[in-house]
């Protein structure tokens, strides 16, 4: 039997990178960090890549980066992003299953509090972070095969929801 990819969108915090290893562990899949394969092929932080290129730059890396997985078969966890371009909701609603961890807005900006790594959140805050949340949200439900809500939810919840979800 083929598996297909199954590629984890979500806001920044929704809990795709945690969530996807813990489901890779339970399914005895492989997982893909795209933040992680960004910076490896780039030797460079993302950050950095933001402050030195900009975003535009980084989403070209990273619409690359999503093409170079086609037929990896594995668990994919996105950048929060990732969905902003068309190209790549294409590919997501083409190439796998894709699960879209939502996360309330509150929740997300308590979770990332003090985290720097993250360029588009530097001096924002919630109001910022809800607001560009609400503008992503379409874009998520657009290529989502299955949304869970994480907001309330422990990494194990949601990796047994996603299994359920996949066995139905």
Known sequence: MVMESIYLIGFMGAGKTEVGKQLSEKLNIPVIDMDAEIVKQEEQEITEIFAQYGEAHFRTIESNILKELQDKQAIVTTGGGVILKDENRTFLNTTGRT????????????????????PLLIEKNITDIAEMYKGR???????????????????DQVVNKIVDSINE
């Open 137 to 155: 949200l379409p874009l998520y439900k657009e290529c989502a095969n299955i949304v869970i809500d994480t907001t309330t939810l422990t990494i």
């Open 99 to 118: 699960i879209f961890l939502h996360c309330e807005p509150d929740v997300i900006a308590e979770r990332l509090k003090g985290d720097t790594t993250r």
